[in-house]
């Protein structure tokens, strides 16, 4: 079945320091995949997609992301992480009208 | 710009009663409309999506339904709501089958 995991269910990380959230997917073609970003009790932001060329996105709040085909990999980096980065992040592939959600990464930061 | 709205933001309701969420999208014409589900502590379920005003397709069997009486509202419906119906109810909106935008969600609690 086409899906995306994300393998880190909680990742604490100190004010500043950089940040990397991993994505495995399983699709037979090339899917398209997003990150987004849900605050607690809001609904969740785009912050960035994929779909075709150039393997390394950007996205907003300073977010990029990597697709790596021989990793079969979709992860988001940040290079300094600030406290309003704390968040749920999602990990999601598009199959046909579907999107396909990993279970999330809860992203704690210290101060 | 479009935008997208979800009411009630928080909705709490006895076992048996019955259930209407509602999603409006602003901005954007023909949008493939979705209703999600958000159990505490798991990912995103899709519950229904529609391509059209009345075209409905259900991806879970349950206590719910759905209906697009125009073109740019989305209804989530309930007879006898159960416990197990609660839950953060997410609208989201795309263009033809690219990346979705969600709404703010609804919060239900059954009790």
């Known amino acids: 079945a086409q899906s995306v995991t994300q393998p880190d269910i909680h990742i604490t990380v100190s004010e500043g320091a950089s940040l990397e959230l991993r994505c495995n997917y399983s699709y037979g073609a090339t899917p398209y995949l997003f990150w987004y970003v849900q605050s607690p009790g809001q609904g969740l932001q785009l912050l960035l997609k994929?779909?075709?060329?150039?393997?390394l996105v950007q996205g907003i709040k300073g977010f990029e992301a990597e697709f790596k085909r021989s990793q079969s990999s979709f992860n988001l980096r940040k290079p300094s992480v600030h406290w309003s980065d704390a968040a749920e992040y999602f990990c999601?592939?598009?199959?046909?009208?579907?999107?396909?959600f990993g279970a999330g990464t809860t992203v704690t930061v210290r101060a | 710009s479009q935008t997208i709205h979800q009411w009630p933001a928080t909705l709490v309701q006895p076992v048996g009663s019955p259930l209407s969420l509602e999603c409006t999208v602003e901005?954007?014409?023909?949008?493939?409309l979705y209703w999600y589900r958000q159990a505490a502590g798991r990912g995103l379920q899709l519950l229904f999506y529609s391509v059209g005003i009345g075209q409905i397709s259900s991806e879970v069997p349950q206590n719910l339904s759905a209906s697009r009486p125009q073109d740019r509202q989305f209804i989530l419906s309930s007879k006898k709501l159960l416990l197990s119906d609660s839950g953060f109810y997410l609208c989201?909106?795309?263009?033809?089958?690219?990346?979705?935008?969600f709404g703010p969600g609804t919060r239900l609690t059954v009790t």
């Open positions: 999601a592939g598009l199959n046909d009208y579907k999107l396909s």
């Open positions: 994929y779909f075709s060329g150039d393997t």
């Open positions: 989201a909106w795309s263009v033809r089958n690219y990346e979705q935008y």
């Open positions: 901005g954007t014409s023909n949008p493939n």
